[in-house]
């Protein structure tokens, strides 16, 4: 049994990946009532399936995730109900033997709420995320916003993507606010 999603081999993370993408996908239309549309990237020939307000697939994916939360803690409970120990359910998590002792580490996760990868993570540099420009269809590096001009952190639109421009309209129109002495008071 592999120890965490990471230790699959790549084709099985791709299968739970896609698996867990279609599980999204129908939540959010049963659930949120949204509807997929069939996009078609630029200089494709094959069209790709996506929820049609992709904001109702992020708040499925996070209803999943409360939900998958609850259940790990449900079946944590029934597996000790069932005689198994903290450390073979910290196993089964898939919690590293190093550091802490693994029970330790997976009662306080189960009883105590205390995620373990959240609080040894060490941060390195400045994260960064990218994603793709529905206006102009470009790769962009994404610096996160941290209260700074669109222009500091996020880079690879076109010259000419309406979005960009409209991103940073509404920055500067906000600092502009900020700094007149209205702040969007009246």
């Known amino acids: 049994m592999a120890a965490s999603f990471r230790d699959l081999r790549v084709s099985e993370q791709v299968l739970w990946r896609a698996r867990l993408q279609r599980l999204i996908c129908r939540c959010a239309k049963e659930g949120l009532w949204t509807k ?18 992709p904001l109702l697939g992020l708040r499925a994916a996070h209803l999943i995730r409360e939900a998958a939360i609850e259940q790990v803690t449900l079946h944590a409970l029934q597996a000790r109900g069932a005689g198994w120990s903290w450390d073979e359910i910290g196993a089964a998590m898939g919690l590293p033997t190093g550091g802490d002792p693994r029970e330790d580490t997976a009662y306080e996760w189960i009883v105590e709420g205390r995620d373990p990868d959240r609080s040894s993570r060490e941060k390195v540099g400045f994260p960064q995320t990218r994603w793709r420009c529905g206006c102009c269809e470009r790769e962009i590096e994404d610096a996160g916003p941290f209260g700074s001009s669109p222009q500091c952190h996020e880079y690879g639109h076109a010259d000419d993507c309406a979005r960009w421009d409209e991103t940073v309209r509404e920055w500067d129109a906000v600092r502009h606010r900020q700094f007149s002495g209205r702040g969007g008071q009246r």
């Not at 997929?36 to 307000?53: F, H």
């Open 36 to 53: 997929e549309i069939l996009e078609q990237p630029a200089g494709s020939d094959i069209g790709v399936w996506a929820l049609y307000k």
